[in-house]
Nanobody, 127 residues
């Protein structure tokens, strides 16, 4: 069973930055992706960002474009989500997701979730 271990998150003021990390026990093929989804209280889970293991394809939700950056360290089997200029509306539980087939993703709509989930990290942005 694939294990995803997340780290980072926490409490930050609006305009601040945080970095999330997610390490996987099993690297998928180059054309598979890993990414992040988030779920705020009372809201549905939504796509945030994803990147293929090759690093050649990146996908972002419109709400985070220009503020969040996703990256991959193949040697460490880890992805990172650098979150800058955080807003109160970014407050949510962030969940790492793996095993996303490339075909699940489009530049316009982002990605459908893959097979594997992490435990989730709380990110709270205060005003």
């Amino acid at each position: 069973q694939v294990q995803l271990v997340e780290s980072g998150g926490g409490l930050v003021q609006a305009g601040g930055s945080l970095r999330l990390s997610c390490a996987t026990s099993e690297r998928s093929f180059d054309d598979y992706a890993m990414g992040w989804f988030r779920q705020a209280p009372g809201k549905e889970r939504e796509f945030v960002a994803a990147i293929t293991w090759s690093g050649q394809s990146l996908f972002y939700a419109d709400s985070v474009k220009g503020r969040f950056t996703i990256s991959v360290d193949d040697a460490k089997k880890t992805i990172y989500l650098q979150m800058n200029n955080l807003k109160v509306e970014d407050t949510a539980v962030y969940l790492c997701n793996g095993g996303i087939p490339r075909g699940y993703c489009t530049p316009v709509d982002g990605c459908y979730p893959g097979r594997d989930w992490g435990q989730g990290l709380q990110v709270t942005v205060s005003s």
